[in-house]
């Protein structure tokens, strides 16, 4: 049934119309460049990111493996919707293929789960690091940081392999618009002709174990780095792992900020306009922060990159 749903669902259909971003400004152009400009920045600053912690050996630490594949899964999470949509702009097309659409759906899905958890790892190992010094080696040895982030990996594509199917076998029968900038869950649903009130409350539940399950290890772990900082007899000591804290912190409110508006928060506080912002915000603007926040407050990272930079003027010289 589910089969011939989607058989039908893509021979009915030529696709869906993504009344995206431009359609809500004035001045369309000016958006498209900022956006680009937005892109590009966030693909390389993430990309410099990283390269310096793959290839500074003072950097091969679980804290900074973990940036590293934060850093992954934002250059993939921004280049699954913002390509799309400013080729859309430029090329005066604003339609997607139902398969096009899927893979969409089902990429962005399987990158904010797998985020959402890889933000409670690092909570942790941060935890291990400031409570448990004496045994962090040990505790986060290579093979458990391998462990963690491929748990994450999996779960993601868990919630991506779960959301996907059943949303893109509803019958869409109304109005082909989407508006939104790409094929989100509850953008794709409000399409249906069918009943998806019962699918809505279980993907509610879904979410509410999806973030309270990393939302309780972030909590708890920062509980104990506090009451472990307070204790420090060291200002320096405490200066540090407030500073490293901070910064994850602030990429945690973020993301989890944005997440529990889209999918946990009832439909009455919603509008199309609202949650296109809100995606804006952690689709397009946290990919460009997370590097700034991670390399501006580290010591260690603009270490690093000060070095390349100098071996880059080095080899110039050379040359010439």
Same mark, same amino acid.
């Given at each position: 049934? %589910?089969?011939? !749903?989607?058989?039908?669902?893509?021979?009915?259909?030529?696709?869906?119309? $993504?009344?995206?971003?431009?359609?809500?400004?004035?001045?369309?152009?000016?958006?498209?460049?900022?956006?680009?400009?937005?892109?590009?920045?966030?693909?390389?600053?993430?990309?410099?990111?990283?390269?310096?912690?793959?290839?500074?050996?003072?950097?091969? !630490?679980?804290?900074?493996?973990?940036? @590293?594949? $934060?850093?992954?899964?934002?250059?993939?999470?921004? =280049?699954?919707?913002?390509?799309?949509?400013?080729?859309?702009? *430029?090329?005066?097309?604003?339609?997607?293929?139902?398969? %096009?659409?899927?893979?969409?759906?089902?990429?962005?899905?399987? $990158?904010?789960?797998?985020?959402?958890?890889?933000?409670?790892?690092?909570?942790?190992?941060?935890?291990?690091?400031?409570?448990?010094?004496?045994? /962090?080696?040990?505790?986060?040895?290579?093979?458990?940081?391998?462990?963690?982030? @491929?748990?994450?990996?999996?779960?993601?594509?868990?919630?991506?392999?779960?959301?996907?199917?059943?949303?893109?076998?509803?019958?869409?029968?109304?109005?082909?618009?989407?508006?939104?900038? +790409?094929?989100?869950?509850?953008?794709?649903?409000?399409? =249906?002709?069918?009943?998806?009130?019962?699918? %809505?409350?279980?993907? /509610?539940?879904?979410?509410?174990?999806?973030?309270?399950?990393?939302?309780?290890?972030?909590?708890?772990?920062?509980?104990?780095?506090?009451?472990?900082?307070?204790?420090?007899?060291?200002?320096?000591?405490?200066?540090?792992?407030?500073? !490293?804290?901070?910064?994850?912190?602030?990429?945690?409110?973020?993301?989890?900020?944005?997440?529990?508006? !889209?999918?946990?928060?009832?439909?009455?506080?919603? @509008?199309?306009?609202?949650?296109?912002?809100?995606?804006? +915000?952690?689709?397009?603007?946290?990919?460009?922060?997370?590097?700034?926040?991670?390399?501006?407050?580290?010591?260690?990272?603009?270490?690093?990159?000060?070095?390349?930079?100098?071996?880059?003027?080095? +080899?110039? %010289?050379? *040359?010439?």
């Amino acid at each position: 049934m %589910e089969n011939s !749903t989607w058989m039908t669902n893509r021979s009915d259909m030529s696709g869906f119309i $993504l009344v995206g971003l431009f359609s809500q400004t004035e001045h369309p152009a000016l958006l498209c460049a900022v956006i680009f400009v937005i892109f590009l920045m966030a693909l390389s600053g993430n990309s410099i990111l990283i390269f310096l912690i793959h290839s500074s050996i003072h950097l091969h !630490t679980p804290m900074y493996f973990f940036i @590293s594949q $934060l850093s992954l899964m934002d250059v993939m999470y921004i =280049s699954v919707t913002v390509p799309k949509m400013l080729m859309d702009q *430029v090329l005066v097309v604003n339609k997607i293929s139902a398969p %096009e659409c899927g893979m969409q759906m089902f990429l962005y899905v399987t $990158l904010a789960g797998s985020e959402f958890f890889l933000l409670a790892s690092m909570a942790y190992d941060r935890y291990v690091a400031i409570c448990h010094p004496l045994r /962090y080696p040990v505790l986060m040895n290579h093979r458990v940081c391998l462990s963690l982030a @491929s748990g994450c990996w999996f779960l993601g594509s868990v919630d991506g392999f779960l959301f996907t199917p059943i949303t893109m076998t509803f019958p869409f029968c109304r109005s082909r618009a989407i508006h939104h900038f +790409f094929c989100e869950v509850p953008a794709v649903l409000k399409l =249906s002709c069918s009943a998806t009130s019962l699918y %809505e409350t279980l993907m /509610y539940l879904c979410c509410v174990l999806m973030l309270l399950i990393p939302v309780t290890v972030i909590s708890s772990s920062y509980s104990f780095i506090l009451l472990t900082i307070h204790r420090m007899s060291s200002a320096e000591g405490r200066k540090k792992a407030f500073a !490293t804290c901070s910064s994850h912190m602030a990429v945690v409110i973020l993301f989890y900020g944005a997440a529990i508006y !889209t999918y946990m928060l009832p439909s009455s506080y919603h @509008s199309p306009e609202k949650d296109m912002m809100v995606s804006v +915000f952690y689709t397009i603007l946290t990919p460009v922060l997370n590097p700034l926040i991670y390399s501006l407050r580290n010591k260690d990272v603009m270490g690093a990159l000060k070095k390349m930079l100098n071996v880059g003027m080095v +080899f110039q %010289e050379t *040359v010439k």
